[in-house]
């Protein structure tokens, strides 16, 4: 058993054999809907100990998958094990339930998604603002590190402790693996008021999209405004980012550390030559900021 096996408590495998769920789980009623899929609490009848499932649309996820007809791209459950990280939700297994539906199962969070708190403008985040930043960009740049792309970093798939001293990245659904069929134009997937675009405008993308969302996401957390002036969600939004002006974040927060702005505002950079070009980057820039804040 590794070192990380020992600090989550269970091992980290592709199950070989069907799993009966009511058999191994107690299922909450509730069941949150994702864009692919379906997630459930979930108490393990022998452990009592509590986990994430969640089982994946059918329909939906060929869908998504036909797009790389060909290039054996590995399926959620593959590339969320080979992903571990302080910052991002362990993932413990995945396979196939006896109805032959694709399930992952994870470890539960038992905390908000930072969509949430951005949508109730809840001041209770700001204290460990910096903190959080920092886990944001290191999960980021430890999935880059591993060889994807997310492809859909937003506020939705940070979960937040519910002390927000801690969070972490979520939902490897669109990830794909930073290799050049992957990156070619056309695979138009995301949220689109986080989309940088590259994706929009169908040209060749890299992981520097990730970078693009994840500024977004923190002008977000600062601000609890987007970057343009626009309240459309659908994919037009995204058409925005490359011809209207972003509004200064200083504008919303003037007592801001301008290093801090400077570095956001070079995430959401529209020309991807002139982006941050990783969030490794971008920790160097504000590495005083946060000697300063904490």
Known sequence: MGILDKFFGKKSQARKEPLDVSARFRLDRHAF??????????????????????FLDEEKTAYFNARFKGLNKPNEGEIALQIKHPYIVETYEYGVTTTGQQYIMME????????????KQDASIFP???????????????????GFIH????????????????????????????????R????????????APEIVRRRATD?????????????????????????????????A?????????????PELNKKLAA???????????????????????????EQEDE
């Open 128 to 146: 460990n603002r910096m903190k959080l930043i920092r886990e944001m960009a290191e999960a980021i740049q430890a999935v880059h590190d591993c």
């Open 207 to 239: 992981k520097r999209l990730d970078v693009f969302a994840f500024g977004v996401t923190v002008y977000r957390f600062l601000t609890f405004e987007h970057p343009w002036r626009s309240t459309d969600t659908t994919g037009q939004a995204a058409l």
């Open 33 to 54: 809907t994702g864009t692919m899929s379906k997630f459930h609490v979930a108490q393990e009848i022998g452990s009592k100990k509590l986990f994430g499932i969640k």
């Open 151 to 182: 492809r859909d970093v937003c506020p939705r798939n940070f979960i937040c402790y519910k002390d927000f001293t801690w969070l972490k990245l979520i939902d490897f659904g669109l990830t794909v693996p930073d290799e050049p069929p992957y």
């Open 108 to 119: 539960y969070i038992n905390g908000p998604g930072l969509d949430v708190s951005i949508r």
């Open 184 to 195: 070619l134009p056309g695979n138009r997937t995301g949220t689109p008021q986080y989309m």
């Open 263 to 289: 570095a956001i505002h070079k995430c959401i950079e529209p020309d991807v030559n002139k982006r941050m070009e990783s969030c490794n980057q971008f920790l160097s820039a504000i590495r005083s900021v």
């Open 241 to 253: 980012h490359d011809t209207s002006e972003v509004t200064p974040i200083l504008d919303h927060r």
